[in-house]
């Protein structure tokens, strides 16, 4: 698909004030090429670069660089299926392998099921301008923090989420949307490590609803 970038902020998960965080964001880019091997067949290979950190916290600490690579099969215009390995480096040293999955179906003309390691999107069109869609993600992040008194002794941050949200994606002209969304995390665990790589804390948090618009033109 080319070259992606992601930047954003996350939302902060409900601390007491004494552990209270400031705020979160998150980084990524990924380059790389797809290479058409045959009618059906494709490649891909290319490097990513990410981080995820608290603000005030030492970016270049966050920092962390990869590679992937992958196959995927095309049998129609219908199914798209792909497989292949990410490799990233990790803050206490040496790397982190991990599998890559991604399924895209069109199940019939106006219902297509989308699914990228553990998130899945299902779509279905309701009119010529206006579609339904429910996502469902499990997230992983870890975060580099500032240092500073709160978490007791901890460098970094792991939040684990399970989100579910249904979005109703309204596009009357072809470079304009607008989409309502409802939705929240229902699976929530918090897990910080010292310099050493130690446990300091580990705890979960009620579940967290929010419902919003975003306009894109």
Known sequence: DGPKLVFQQVPEPPLDSKNRLDQLFDFRLRIGPNFRLSEHWFATAGVALGANWEQGASV?????????????WQPSRRLFVGAGIAVQGKRSGGVAVGPIAELRWRITDDTRLLVQNFAARL????????????????????????????LPSADSLEIRRLETTVRLRWTPIRYFRLDIEAGGSWWNRLRS????????????????????FHARY
């Open 123 to 150: 779509g279905h069109r309701i009119t010529k301008t206006t579609r339904i869609q429910l996502l469902s993600r499990f997230r992983r992040r870890s975060y580099q923090l500032d240092g500073r008194p709160g």
């Open 193 to 212: 490590e010292d310099g050493d790589q130690r446990d300091t804390v580990r705890d979960s948090f009620a579940p967290l609803v929010a419902i919003g």
């Open 60 to 72: 270049g600490d966050a920092l962390k660089a990869g590679a992937f690579t992958g196959i995927a």
